[in-house]
């Protein structure tokens, strides 16, 4: 089923993650999308990773776009309300005349001037978040008030035609904030699943060769971290759990850069490590070599990790999964016990314990990989543009 209503989408900047979904979106509906920043295609500094960064896969090929003028003087995105500043998003609602005005979140300016004006011209408004519930209640209660009085009484309930969860936790955290069901819409957060699975078993064929390819010892089990060495992802918490493992069995592979390089350095001299890898920035064509040479993949996020989409990455390589309780993702994806486990942030014993029971019981480890691969299915793009399309005006009441 295909929709001729006009979408806008509005984003604050090419995402590698949404590329695959806006591309298959606009081969089903009448789909635009408006960006408010280009620092991710100008390899402007990415303040996670430390340095410039410029992604090596097609972003914005596949879908029309623009890039709306920025009068914000700020050269990169760091989730702050004035990172970006285009009031051209009303003249922009004014012409099109949108069925429908997609956001994702509410942080930046630019945002909240899309979901205004998409709502003073007509359109629906509809608002995808990533906010799980289970932090938000860790917050401190007079923010939880402040939230409530934004969220719940005004912009949830004047402004907002569509919440679109991605997950349990998120689905929670909208109706904590007062959304009905009716009003609720299922996006599940997904990577390019296609792709992905199409790496997996185009790798699989040569381990010891990829293994030689990336500098790794072909004859140690391989943990992977993937993500940015920063506080949310708590890499050293994976560090000293490794360090409760025999020596010499495993390798750890820790795949990404960020302002805690310097300590997880200074911590593996200290303790003598041997077979740790930090790699340093790794671009998107060659993720896919990693994943297919882990035997297990380990997630240990804390705050503010609201999903972790390389766990859906590394579950499309079959792999089983260990994921921090914190993340968003943890809900959905991890069947305890059946393709991994989950543990409570920063509990290293419990971390140790996990990797012990993965990477010495082989038959556990194959069938929790493939289980993985099986419930990763459920977690696609076409299922988040079904959905969509579903839920036009032309095609729901609502």
């Keep these: 089923m295909a929709s001729d209503q006009k979408i806008l989408y509005f984003l604050s900047h090419p995402i590698q993650y949404f590329s695959p979904l806006l591309r298959q979106l606009a081969g ?82 630019s945002t909240l001037m899309a979901i205004f004006f998409g709502r003073l011209f007509g359109a629906q408004v509809w608002l995808r978040a990533e906010n799980p519930l289970n932090q938000e209640l860790g917050k401190k209660g007079y923010l939880l008030f402040l939230k409530k009085l934004f969220l719940k009484n005004i912009l949830f309930r004047f402004f907002v035609s569509r919440c679109l969860y991605i997950g349990q936790e998120s689905r929670l955290f909208f109706e904590y904030y007062g959304v009905p069901p009716a009003r609720l819409v299922y996006t599940p957060y997904a990577v390019d699943n296609h792709f992905f699975s199409g790496e997996a078993e185009r790798l699989k064929g040569d381990r010891p060769g990829l293994l030689r390819k990336l500098g790794l010892p072909a004859d140690k089990k391989v943990i992977l971290f993937s993500g940015k060495y920063i506080p949310k992802k708590r890499p050293l918490d994976l560090i000293r759990a490794f360090e409760g493992l025999t020596p010499g069995l495993y390798q750890l592979v820790m795949v990404g850069e960020g302002a805690l390089r310097g300590e997880m350095e200074r911590y593996i001299a200290d303790k003598g490590l041997q077979g740790v890898t930090l790699t340093g920035f790794i671009n998107q064509s060659m993720i896919p070599s990693y994943y297919a040479a882990a035997d297990v993949f380990v997630m240990c996020s804390g705050a503010g990790e609201t999903w972790g989409l390389s766990v859906n990455e590394a579950m499309n390589f079959q792999k089983p999964v260990l994921v921090s309780k914190t993340c968003g993702c943890s809900v959905d994806l991890v069947k305890e016990g059946e393709n991994g486990f989950v543990f409570e942030q920063g509990d290293i014993a419990a971390l140790t314990g996990y990797l012990k029971r993965v990477l010495e019981d082989d038959a556990f480890r194959l069938s929790a990989g493939k289980r993985s691969g099986e419930i990763i299915k459920d977690f696609s793009i076409d299922r988040i543009v079904d959905n969509i399309i579903t839920a036009l005006p032309q095609n729901s009441r609502i």
């Design 28 to 109: 089903r509906a009448d789909l635009e999308v408006y960006y408010f920043s280009d620092a991710s295609i100008t390899g402007k500094m990415d303040k996670g990773f430390g340095q410039a960064v410029q992604w090596d896969q097609p972003l914005l090929e596949g879908y029309p776009s623009q890039f709306l003028p920025n009068y914000s003087r700020r050269v990169s995105m760091n989730n702050q309300f004035l990172d970006v500043f285009n009031p051209g998003v009303a003249g922009v609602i004014a012409r099109k005349k949108p069925a429908v005005v997609i956001v994702n979140g509410w942080t930046y300016s």
